[in-house]
């Protein structure tokens, strides 16, 4: 089936630093990723959608100078959080799909913002 | 994307077959039905997706009712590790995204 892997699964830092959080297709082409976050006893809340070679598209209340995504490859999806603060701690999820086949998540990045 | 509505929790015992309901009572006629898993501390996991025929892989099966108000997942032989929140999910084929509700945390026991 189709595999999605994302790295770092767990990573710790201070307030103010940058993160980047890498988000892989391994079997297949995604056109689309989707990047999602979790805060603990909460369901998934979609951040943003990216497609390959343009611009994410933001949802609502997400700000995209803090969330930087990067699609550059059918491959390859980039989450960077810009200095990051303690609310920013949660676990944030990837998703690939290609083209009008199922969503398929990665496990998930914990971060925890000291 | 239709709304959907799942219970909140449910239990099974372990061997014996787990059904999962979900109404979406205003599902339009050319959205599916998909169901996805979340196993703690983990990526959710596809499962299973359907438009208005009923459908089984080797995880699960997805019973649509006639009128597409409402499925049900049925897991035929639950184990301790189908424990998990199983979310319910309505949307157009070529939507991509998935909008996630609160799902239905089952709870499969010995």
């Known amino acids: 089936g189709a595999v999605v892997s994302q790295h770092p699964s767990w990573v710790i830092c201070k307030s103010g630093t940058s993160v980047k959080i890498e988000c892989r297709s391994l079997?297949?082409?995604?056109?689309?990723m989707f990047w999602y976050r979790q805060f603990p006893k909460q369901s998934l809340m979609l951040m943003a959608t990216?497609?390959?070679?343009?611009?994410?598209?933001?949802e609502q209340g997400v700000e995209k100078d803090k969330f930087l995504i990067n699609h550059a490859s059918l491959t390859l999806s980039t989450l960077t959080v810009t200095s990051a603060h303690p609310e920013d701690s949660s676990f944030y999820i990837c998703?690939?799909?290609?083209?009008?086949?199922?969503?398929?998540f990665g496990d998930g990045t914990r971060l925890s913002i000291l | 994307d239709a709304k959907t509505t799942q219970p909140t929790s449910m239990d099974c015992a372990e061997g014996r077959a787990a059904n999962l309901p979900c109404n979406h009572s205003?599902?339009?006629?050319?959205?599916?039905v998909y169901w996805y898993r979340q196993i703690h501390s983990q990526g959710p996991q596809y499962i299973i997706h359907?438009?208005?025929n009923n459908e089984t892989n080797e995880m699960a099966s997805l019973i649509i009712t006639e009128d597409r108000k409402s499925s049900t997942l049925i897991l035929p032989h639950a184990t301790l590790r189908d424990t998990a929140v199983y979310y319910c999910?309505?949307?157009?084929?070529?939507?991509?995204?998935?909008?996630f509700g609160d799902g239905t945390t089952l709870t499969v026991k010995p």
């Open positions: 999910i309505v949307r157009l084929l070529n939507a991509g995204k998935s909008t």
């Open positions: 990216s497609n390959e070679g343009s611009k994410a598209t933001y």
């Open positions: 205003t599902i339009s006629g050319n959205e599916y």
């Open positions: 359907g438009l208005k």
């Open positions: 079997d297949f082409q995604a056109t689309t």
């Open positions: 998703s690939a799909t290609h083209r009008n086949q199922p969503q398929h």
